[in-house]
């Protein structure tokens, strides 16, 4: 039996919360309460168009990407369906419910898919910066100066194609680096989605926003992970929101339902039925309120 030295137990960080000082660690139901212009649950639907290059490449592989020998043209194909037929239908959808979304878009949709990312911006929709293309990776073992360089290139393109700078940034698979957040900053970014410890948003301490979207949520973890059919997703996904209805009424403070939609998943003729459903269901509810992203984190800033 090996005998370890005390000081392996002792580490000068360790605190209440997080080992850290990237932001002010609390529970949420310490903090004072939060309004919504309407309703008590904020519904914020982030949709991620994506485009995967036929062969993976960075540290890891992206979910979703190609995972047959090259040239895998059924699973790149299947992917493209997301962005030329089940994308336009999610613009349908949100059309006929009346609701906004946030559209998190590789710099590489905005330039392939000019038509597509036109029609988001028409349709009041809001543009997130999520990285070059799905092989825009980041992780800790990125230089820094590489990492800045990869999110300075996403920003601009998508600017430069979209007409539109992005506000939000989503990363891929929701990875960071440890310089990712003051990059982040420098870039003039107000917020990032990739941490999902909350169901709030909350600052860090350069001051940028997290606004979490937790992937257990996502229509790619039910049903494609979890394999579950499109109305056992959209049954979650209402469940989820008469549970935060309900404690938001007993608390008196908002709460948030983030619903993260994959074009090529729940865009199938035989899934996307589930969705309009669910969107009518909730939009007619008197405590739903849907907004885009940056909605959300401009009515919770000008409240903390």
């Given at each position: 039996?090996?005998?370890?030295?005390?000081?392996?137990?002792?580490?000068?960080?360790?605190?209440?919360?997080?080992?850290?000082?990237?932001?002010?660690?609390?529970?949420?139901?310490?903090?004072p309460s939060i309004t919504w212009p309407e309703g008590s649950v904020a519904v914020?639907?982030?949709v991620s168009l994506e485009w995967f290059p036929i062969t993976p490449g960075g540290p890891f592989t992206a979910p979703g990407h190609m995972v047959t020998p090259y040239p895998d043209y059924r699973h790149y194909t299947a992917r493209d369906y997301g962005n030329r037929v089940g994308a336009w239908r999610f613009l349908d959808a949100f059309e006929k419910a009346g609701v906004k979304a946030s559209f998190a878009?590789?710099?590489?949709?905005?330039?392939?898919?000019?038509?597509?990312?036109?029609?988001?911006?028409?349709?009041?929709?809001?543009?997130?910066?999520?990285?070059?293309?799905?092989?825009g990776t980041i992780d800790s073992t990125l230089d820094p100066a590489a990492e800045r360089a990869l999110i300075a290139e996403a920003m601009e393109r998508i600017e430069r194609a979209s007409g539109v700078r992005p506000t939000g940034w989503l990363s891929i698979a929701r990875q960071q680096s440890f310089a990712t957040l003051d990059i982040l900053k420098e870039q003039g970014l107000t917020y990032c989605c990739d941490w999902v410890n909350d169901e709030l948003p909350?600052?860090?301490?350069?001051?940028?926003?997290?606004?979490?979207?937790?992937h257990e949520l996502s229509d790619r973890q039910i049903i494609t992970v979890q394999q579950k059919s499109a109305d056992s997703w959209a049954q979650s996904m209402r469940d989820a929101f008469d549970w935060l209805a309900r404690e938001a009424k007993e608390s008196g403070g908002g709460r948030?339902?983030?619903?993260?939609?994959?074009?090529?998943?729940?865009g199938l003729p035989y899934r996307i039925g589930a969705l309009e459903c669910l969107l009518a269901d909730l939009a007619?509810?008197?405590?739903?309120?849907?907004?885009?992203?940056?909605?959300?984190?401009a009515v919770w800033e000008a409240q903390t």
């Open positions: 039996m090996s005998v370890l030295p005390d000081s392996y137990t002792q580490y000068s960080k360790r605190r209440e919360g997080y080992d850290h000082d990237l932001y002010a660690w609390s529970n949420m139901h310490a903090r914020w639907l982030c878009a590789n710099a590489a949709i905005a330039e392939r898919y000019p038509e597509l990312v036109a029609a988001v911006s028409a349709g009041g929709h809001e543009i997130i910066a999520h990285s070059t293309d799905m092989n909350y600052r860090f301490t350069n001051g940028l926003v997290n606004l979490p979207l937790n948030m339902l983030p619903i993260h939609l994959t074009p090529y998943i729940m007619g509810r008197e405590e739903a309120w849907f907004a885009r992203g940056d909605r959300i984190v």
